[in-house]
Every structure is written in structure tokens, then in C-alpha cells.
């Protein structure tokens, strides 16, 4: 059983930065592949990227070059750093975990509850 809370979301201007924290209970926390999500009013839950225990990621085009996924396993924490950010950009965040190490693979067995990241135009 894992428990995911994000933190760090907020209002920020067109072109600025954001980081997000997700801290997760940490039994075996670098076991699990970890992953940012994001869900805009009226769109479907998006995949943004994903991070396993060796530090290998991928990441979404639509994010690629401006996020960054990161991980230390010694706190039980993920990171997303966010930079040049964009009005599209604006959604609630929610971080996730699996045990499974297939990066692609967007199904998750444990999620936070969300954070929201606002980019005003």
C-alpha cells in the first residue's frame, strides 16, 4: 500500500517555473516507478512522465525540453520541475506509482489526490 501527496502547485505568469513535490510512504518506495499525470477542466487525464528506480524516464512531447522528472529515493520524494510554462500547462497534477518498471505502460495502482498548477496568460 502506497500513499502519494503533491504539493507545490499554485498560480504562476505565462513563461515562469513551478516545482511539484509528491512525498509517498516509503517502506519500499525505490521499488516502485513513479509518474506525473495531469487533468485540465473538460479533457481526460493525461500522462505527463515517469520515472523508475534506476532514474530512467520518459516524458510526454507536449512537456518534453520544459519538465523534469527527478527522484530521491533517501526522502521517499518525486520531483516535477516545471519551467516555461504555458496557459495549456494549466490542470490539477496528480502524482502515481507502480511496481511495474515499463515506463510506457500509463496504468497505475496508487494515486494522490492532486495539486493545482494555474498558468495565466
Known amino acids: 500500500q502506497v500513499h502519494l501527496v503533491e504539493s507545490g502547485g499554485g498560480l504562476v505568469q505565462a513563461g515562469g517555473s513551478l516545482s511539484l513535490s509528491c512525498a509517498a510512504s516509503?517502506?519500499?518506495?525505490?521499488?516502485?516507478?513513479m509518474g506525473w499525470f495531469r487533468q485540465a477542466p473538460g479533457k481526460e487525464r493525461e500522462f505527463v512522465t515517469a520515472?523508475?528506480?534506476?532514474?530512467?524516464?520518459t516524458t510526454s512531447d507536449s512537456v518534453k525540453g520544459r519538465f523534469t522528472i527527478s527522484r530521491d529515493n533517501a526522502k521517499n520524494t518525486v520531483y516535477l520541475q516545471m519551467n516555461s510554462l504555458k496557459p495549456e500547462d494549466t490542470a490539477v497534477y496528480y502524482c502515481?506509482?507502480?511496481?511495474?518498471?515499463?515506463?510506457?505502460?500509463?496504468?497505475?495502482?496508487?494515486w494522490g489526490q492532486g495539486t493545482q498548477v494555474t498558468v495565466s496568460s
Open positions: 502515481a506509482a507502480k511496481i511495474s518498471p515499463v515506463l510506457g505502460d500509463v496504468r497505475y495502482d496508487y
Open positions: 516509503g517502506r519500499s518506495f525505490s521499488s516502485y516507478t
Open positions: 520515472i523508475k528506480w534506476s532514474g530512467s524516464s
